[in-house]
Structure formats: structure tokens, C-alpha cells
């Protein structure tokens, strides 16, 4: 046993009952998020194949590519347009950030 934990230990015996239990409480959450974080990190670099990934996303199929065509496009506005504007975007983006 290390010192800090016998220290620990030691503190932890003056506690009162309900202190003991919320620093009981605290460990637990302490555990179960580093849990959560071994699982996510396990399933985060595990291999996948391109179906496990699609079902696990449930991502629709379009079968019909009129289904992503959107009504809120400015009539005077072009492609162009908005190409033009993103491009200007990142190079200001780009200068604020040198």
C-alpha cells in the first residue's frame, strides 16, 4: 500500500458517516466514468466493417437524390456564390489564426 492511499485511508477514518458515504459515491462515479471511457476507447479503435458501421449509424439510403434537394436556396444566389463565400471564409479564418 502506497502512502498517499494509507493517507487517504487515514483521512477518510475521521470522516462522519454520511461524509464517507458521498466520498464513496464520488469514487464510484470516478470508476464508472473511467469505465465508460475504457469501453468508448476499446470500441473507438476496434475494427469494423463498413455494414457494422451503417447499422450501428442507421443512416438512411437515398434511392432518390431529389430527396436532398432543399427550397430555402436564395433565387439570386449561384453555386458560385457560395463557393465563392466559403473560400473567403477560410482565408480569413486562416489570416486570424497566423
Known amino acids: 500500500m502506497s502512502a498517499q492511499l494509507q493517507q487517504v485511508i487515514d483521512a477518510a477514518q475521521t470522516l462522519s458517516a454520511r461524509d464517507k458515504l458521498k466520498l464513496l459515491q464520488a469514487i464510484v462515479r470516478d470508476l464508472q466514468h473511467a469505465d465508460a471511457l475504457s469501453e468508448a476507447s476499446v470500441a473507438f479503435w476496434s475494427s469494423r466493417s463498413l455494414d ?3 447499422q450501428m449509424q442507421s443512416a ?3 434511392t432518390d437524390i ?3 434537394a432543399v427550397d ?3 433565387k439570386d444566389e449561384t ?3 457560395i463557393n465563392q463565400f466559403i473560400a473567403e ?3 480569413a479564418d486562416r489570416a486570424g489564426a497566423a
Do not use: G, K
Open 52 to 54: 457494422e458501421i451503417t
Open 60 to 62: 438512411p439510403v437515398v
Open 66 to 68: 431529389r430527396t436532398l
Open 72 to 74: 430555402f436556396w436564395p
Open 79 to 81: 453555386a458560385d456564390d
Open 89 to 91: 471564409r477560410r482565408r
